[in-house]
């Protein structure tokens, strides 16, 4: 077996295996959390029977370990179990909320790197100068607040002062009365609710790419081809985008991993803006104790953050031949 297909075999079995570890740690965690659903039932008056029943019926009742049996003999089957706050499936119920979060932080990342790349090359490109140095200073102090406090922010102006946008919510209530479920997305009730959400991922996580590019940058700028390229008599722009080419490779490198990292950071912002997404779901069931729920949230962060990182793993093999399992 070439080098390069054992790397390839050996990240692959560590992928698995830490997802099966990042499954198991969550169901041990959650259910070592003091107190289960029926805390809740109890404490709206349920009776010790209707306690006992829900209990037996989740397996509550029984060790830790015959839970995990039960848990991942449900998987096995395609069964990810029933949310019993909402009694409705888990998938039933999470899928279009995971959809809800994708269309959002999918776009906004994207946009957030293709604007980092062009603030961090005109930066990097212009070594001393005013932008240079004082340019990237409030995207870097948007960027090291906490979420929350830029949504908020945003809300108060752009929502409460200026009242342009809607305040929170992914539509209007009685808006998307009698459409399918992909008809609410094209509306202009829609684009004005995404706004500011999509404004918040933005002006949070901007800092990460432009200063990526802008080191970037730097770095390729004392490579001696740059300088071929200024001797040769290139326009200025056409030098700019043969350098911003070769700096735009870390940067390309790190968005699955920020996209990734930005799904995992969303919750206080869904949060804020009321976004029926799986931030926002995550809070609802943690709150409520809905165990199946949050172990699948919690689950496909986690799987989205570990397969980036694989594949990333598996492109840099590609690319750099130093990347290999020695014999």
Request: charged residues 15%; proline residues 5%.
């Amino acid at each position: 077996m070439s080098s390069l297909r054992r790397y390839f075999a050996v990240r692959s079995v560590q992928t698995v295996m830490m997802l099966a570890l990042v499954m198991t740690a969550l169901f041990v965690l959650f259910r070592s959390m003091p107190g289960d659903f029926t805390a809740q039932m109890a404490a709206s008056g349920a009776n010790e029977e209707a306690l006992q029943a829900i209990r037996e019926q989740w397996h509550l009742d029984e060790p830790l370990y015959m839970q995990y049996y039960h848990y991942l003999a449900n998987l096995a089957q395609g069964n990810l179990g029933e949310s019993p706050v909402y009694r409705v499936d888990v998938w039933e119920f999470t899928k279009l909320r995971i959809f809800n979060t994708f269309i959002l932080v999918a776009p906004a990342m994207t946009f957030t790197y293709v604007i980092g790349v062009v603030i961090g090359t005109v930066a990097g490109s212009n070594r001393g100068s005013a932008f240079e140095r004082f340019g990237t200073v409030p995207i870097i102090g948007v960027g090291s607040s906490p979420a929350f406090f830029t949504a908020i922010i945003l809300v108060i102006v752009f929502a409460v002062w200026l009242n342009l946008f809607p305040t929170s919510g992914m539509t209007s209530p009685g808006s998307t009365e009698g459409l399918a479920w992909w008809e609410p997305y094209l509306t202009r009730d829609f684009a004005a609710h995404y706004v500011l959400p999509f404004a918040a991922v933005v002006c949070r996580y901007l800092f990460i790419p432009t200063l990526i590019m802008r080191n970037s940058v730097v770095e390729v700028m004392g490579e001696d081809f740059t300088e071929y390229y200024r001797l040769t008599g290139l326009p200025t722009m056409t030098r700019l985008r043969h350098i911003a080419k070769h700096a735009s490779i870390p940067v390309i490198t790190i968005y699955p991993v920020s996209l990734a990292r930005a799904l995992g950071g969303l919750v206080l912002i869904e949060t804020v803006f009321n976004w029926p997404g799986i931030g926002f779901t995550l809070v609802e069931a943690v709150l409520a104790r809905d165990y199946p729920t949050v172990q699948f949230v919690f689950f496909v962060v986690a799987a989205f953050v570990i397969i980036s990182n694989f594949l990333v793993d598996l492109v840099y093999g590609v690319i750099d031949p130093r990347i290999r399992i020695d014999g």
